[in-house]
């Protein structure tokens, strides 16, 4: 009778450390899960729009991000990012000219990000050419981005949208 008693509370002490195991495994898959998600969402974003952009600029030391960006044939369109202090990476649309010094009030894209180049910056720009870096921390779960892109939109000289 002790034996049994002893295998079971042996087995029934197995059977949790192996739940407990299944619950950390299923949390970290969570995370990664999402971090890589919202990391793709945000280099979408930037990358789908800078492609398409006629003009952009870094503003804020490199944790801010303005484009002029093609909508079609003849239209234009506001697009702006931004990097929080709070690791909230932030996202505008707008037909007008937009300023990053709200951008708390903006669509978050993701959190946990963190500028990786140059002085803790996300975004660089050399003439035409985007450099993006910036890594997002999910729980675990930390997703590097770093890529660059070059506008390349033109202009015919007719549209007078100012986005900065």
Same mark, same amino acid.
């Given at each position: 009778?002790?034996?049994? +008693?002893?295998?079971?509370?042996?087995?029934? +002490?197995?059977?949790?450390? @192996?739940? !407990?195991? /299944?619950?950390? !495994?299923?949390?970290?898959?969570?995370?990664?899960?999402?971090?890589?998600?919202? $990391? +793709?969402?945000?280099?979408?974003?930037? @990358?789908?729009?800078?492609?398409? $952009?006629?003009?952009?600029?870094?503003?804020?030391?490199? %944790? /801010?991000?303005?484009?002029?960006?093609?909508?079609?044939?003849?239209?234009?369109?506001? &697009? $702006?990012?931004?990097?929080?202090?709070? /690791?909230?990476? %932030?996202?505008? !649309?707008? #037909? =007008?000219?937009? $300023? =990053?010094?709200?951008?708390?009030?903006?669509? &978050? @894209?993701?959190?946990?990000?963190?500028?990786? @180049?140059?002085? /803790?910056?996300?975004?660089?720009?050399?003439?035409?050419?985007?450099?993006?870096?910036? %890594?997002?921390?999910?729980?675990?779960?930390?997703?590097?981005?770093?890529?660059?892109?070059?506008?390349? !939109?033109? #202009?015919?000289?007719?549209? =007078?949208?100012?986005?900065?």
């Amino acid at each position: 009778m002790l034996v049994t +008693g002893l295998v079971a509370a042996l087995f029934l +002490g197995l059977l949790a450390m @192996l739940f !407990a195991n /299944g619950i950390q !495994a299923q949390a970290q898959t969570t995370d990664r899960d999402t971090a890589t998600g919202k $990391a +793709g969402v945000v280099s979408n974003s930037v @990358l789908t729009s800078i492609r398409n $952009a006629s003009t952009f600029t870094v503003t804020d030391s490199g %944790r /801010g991000l303005i484009a002029k960006v093609a909508t079609g044939a003849t239209g234009w369109q506001c &697009r $702006a990012w931004f990097l929080e202090g709070d /690791g909230d990476v %932030r996202y505008k !649309a707008s #037909s =007008t000219a937009l $300023a =990053t010094s709200n951008a708390a009030t903006w669509t &978050r @894209l993701s959190t946990g990000g963190t500028g990786t @180049l140059t002085g /803790g910056a996300a975004f660089a720009q050399t003439g035409r050419e985007l450099t993006m870096g910036l %890594r997002l921390t999910i729980g675990d779960a930390v997703v590097p981005l770093t890529t660059g892109v070059t506008a390349q !939109a033109v #202009s015919d000289g007719t549209d =007078t949208t100012a986005c900065w």
